[in-house]
């Protein structure tokens, strides 16, 4: 079992809904991530928290709204989303975000933009 | 600029046969890590092996070699007999030192293993 779990698995949502996702973690590790990938393509990094503070946001379309409430916990708020926006969402995690260690990634949440 | 080219798009193999899969990358770091991972169908990305730039040592784990060599900037993976269970999506990546672990990730190989 991943040690980093994301929910919902699948979501649905319209060009006008609010949505959540969420990412979790209970390994100690002070660096979160959020990635985004599409069908047959590499993940693509969105946004880096380390020690809770954003780190790394790549340019990444207001739309789109990360929150780290605590160590732990990885929030990517959804807004006005495009079709194109539809995608593999996947959370990562890792000990410091300086060490160059392994990320930890999570199973994903499919995203449908409709 | 940091850069991994993972050249083979898709490779299709029987049970039981050896398959390498390449990757070549570029950076202008003399200090960085390299990667591989694999992604089955169900999403999630699952680590294999993180290899640092002064270590060329190849490294063998069961069915797993991996074989880094500096000189041609190449970090190539090896499944020794395979079987159906390592179908999958295949990634190298390439992560800076101190810069909040940013990975840089190749296109990815899938890897079809026919009974």
């Known amino acids: 079992d991943t040690e980093v779990t994301q929910t919902p698995k699948h979501l649905v949502m319209g060009m006008t809904n609010k949505k959540s996702l969420k990412c979790e973690q209970h390994?100690?590790?002070?660096?979160m991530y959020w990635y985004k990938q599409k069908a047959k393509k590499p993940p693509e990094l969105m946004f880096v928290?380390?020690?809770?503070?954003?780190?790394i946001n790549e340019s990444v379309p207001s739309r789109f709204s990360p929150e780290c409430p605590n160590s732990s916990l990885l929030n990517l708020h959804l807004h006005a989303l495009q079709p194109e926006d539809s995608a593999l969402y996947l959370c990562?995690?890792?000990?410091?975000?300086?060490?160059?260690?392994?990320?930890?990634f999570g199973e994903g949440s499919r995203l449908t933009v409709l | 600029a940091q850069k991994v080219t993972q050249a083979q798009t898709e490779i299709s193999v029987v049970e039981k046969e050896d398959v390498t899969l390449d990757c070549v990358y570029e950076?202008?770091?003399?200090?960085?890590?390299l990667f591989w991972y694999k992604q089955p169908p169900s999403g999630e990305l699952v680590f294999l092996i993180r290899?640092?730039?002064?270590?060329?040592q190849n490294e063998i784990s069961g069915r797993y070699s991996w074989n880094f060599q500096k000189s041609t900037s190449s970090f190539n993976f090896t499944i020794t007999a395979s079987q159906v269970v390592d179908s999958a999506v295949y990634f190298c990546?390439?992560?800076?030192?101190?810069?909040?672990?940013?990975?840089?990730f190749g296109s990815g190989t899938k890897l079809n293993v026919k009974p």
């Open positions: 990562a995690s890792s000990e410091t975000g300086y060490d160059t260690g392994e990320l930890f």
């Open positions: 390994m100690g590790h002070r660096a």
């Open positions: 928290y380390s020690y809770e503070k954003l780190s």
């Open positions: 950076t202008r770091d003399t200090t960085y890590y």
């Open positions: 290899r640092n730039s002064f270590d060329e």
């Open positions: 990546a390439l992560s800076e030192v101190g810069n909040f672990n940013k990975f840089y």
